[in-house]
């Protein structure tokens, strides 16, 4: 008995760290933010109770629910690009051999890159006069004159940033997948070329349900990084054409800090908070659901 209850105070010494960790940068921001949430809080003048009066005011803000909605048309359009791209890549790279190893790493590079630095040169790749992308969409025929790709017109706006992310970011889900195929016993792979199954069929029936619960995991990680689109939106188009690209946490941006509304901001960051968690708790269920 004594050494199981010293043990149990040993495993709890191990994981303090963390647990300190993740209430210090975790839980107790959280409930800072829900407590702001609830106060007409400025940084010009002492915070005033005003109970679930920002929450209520948020319910209405046209503008908000627009940059929301903005928010998740980016979500469902580049989160099947990741996901499917990143999986076909895997897939054909998987195996090792020095060509295979030299694509995962060519592909994988560009997810080192800061966000803001890759946000900067996609900007300069899409700029009307002397944007690479313009020059050779010329070059080949494509179109006529120049493209004015960021700030005009939202959906054009919309589909550079994709382009720009769908770079920076697929190599990532690219090597979780990898790793993922190449954790797949090699004993269920030769079984089932002794059994004469095409490729497709190893794909559907064998590789793509056993790393089911990776692509729940990464489908999970990218939903996320797009309803907390920022840097990229901020760099490339500040929202522009009139707040058409601004997403959600653009907009939490613009009422906390240049409008100092430090409550209503708060109350907007619970909402997407909500919103995270429930994308969280989905993927929860659809992965305990997966394996019995």
């Given at each position: 008995?004594?050494?199981?209850?010293?043990?149990?105070?040993?495993?709890?010494?191990?994981l303090s760290p963390a647990l300190l960790f993740v209430l210090i940068f975790t839980v107790y921001p959280l409930v800072r933010m829900a407590w702001m949430s609830l106060h007409n809080w400025s940084l010009l003048t002492p915070?005033?109770?005003?109970?679930?009066?920002?929450?209520?005011?948020?319910?209405?803000?046209?503008?908000?629910?627009?940059?929301?909605?903005?928010?998740?048309?980016?979500?469902?359009?580049?989160?099947?690009?990741?996901?499917?791209?990143?999986?076909?890549?895997?897939?054909?790279?998987?195996?090792?051999?020095?060509?295979?190893?030299?694509?995962?790493?060519?592909?994988?590079?560009?997810?080192?890159?800061?966000?803001?630095?890759?946000?900067?040169?996609?900007?300069?790749?899409?700029?009307?006069?002397?944007?690479?992308?313009?020059?050779?969409?010329?070059?080949?025929?494509?179109?006529?004159?120049?493209?004015?790709?960021?700030?005009?017109?939202?959906?054009?706006?919309?589909?550079?940033?994709?382009?720009?992310?769908?770079?920076?970011?697929?190599?990532?889900?690219?090597?979780?997948?990898?790793?993922?195929?190449?954790?797949?016993?090699?004993?269920?792979?030769?079984?089932?070329?002794?059994?004469?199954?095409?490729?497709?069929?190893?794909?559907?029936?064998?590789?793509?349900?056993?790393?089911?619960?990776?692509?729940?995991?990464?489908?999970?990680?990218?939903?996320?990084?797009?309803?907390?689109?920022?840097?990229?939106?901020?760099?490339?188009?500040?929202?522009?054409?009139?707040?058409?690209?601004?997403?959600?946490?653009?907009?939490?941006?613009?009422?906390?800090?240049?409008?100092?509304?430090?409550?209503?901001?708060?109350?907007?960051?619970?909402?997407?908070?909500?919103?995270?968690?429930?994308?969280?708790?989905?993927?929860?269920?659809?992965?305990?659901?997966?394996?019995?």
């Amino acid at each position: 008995m004594r050494r199981g209850r010293r043990n149990g105070w040993v495993g709890l010494a191990y994981l303090s760290p963390a647990l300190l960790f993740v209430l210090i940068f975790t839980v107790y921001p959280l409930v800072r933010m829900a407590w702001m949430s609830l106060h007409n809080w400025s940084l010009l003048t002492p915070p005033r109770w005003v109970g679930f009066d920002n929450y209520t005011r948020a319910a209405g803000d046209r503008q908000f629910w627009v940059s929301f909605g903005f928010t998740l048309k980016y979500t469902l359009i580049i989160t099947p690009v990741l996901i499917v791209g990143g999986y076909l890549l895997a897939l054909l790279t998987a195996h090792n051999s020095p060509v295979r190893r030299l694509t995962r790493t060519v592909v994988f590079t560009p997810v080192v890159i800061g966000l803001g630095v890759s946000s900067l040169l996609w900007y300069w790749l899409f700029s009307t006069d002397f944007g690479f992308v313009n020059k050779v969409l010329l070059d080949l025929g494509v179109i006529g004159d120049p493209v004015v790709w960021l700030g005009v017109d939202a959906d054009r706006s919309n589909l550079a940033i994709i382009a720009s992310v769908v770079w920076k970011v697929i190599g990532f889900g690219m090597v979780l997948f990898v790793g993922a195929i190449q954790a797949i016993p090699s004993d269920v792979t030769e079984a089932s070329l002794v059994d004469g199954a095409s490729y497709r069929q190893r794909v559907t029936r064998i590789i793509l349900p056993l790393t089911l619960r990776t692509v729940l995991l990464v489908t999970l990680l990218s939903v996320i990084g797009s309803l907390l689109a920022f840097d990229q939106f901020y760099i490339m188009t500040a929202g522009q054409p009139q707040n058409e690209t601004a997403t959600s946490v653009f907009f939490v941006y613009l009422n906390s800090f240049p409008y100092l509304k430090l409550g209503y901001g708060a109350a907007l960051s619970m909402v997407l908070a909500l919103t995270i968690l429930a994308f969280t708790v989905v993927q929860l269920l659809l992965t305990r659901r997966s394996h019995p």
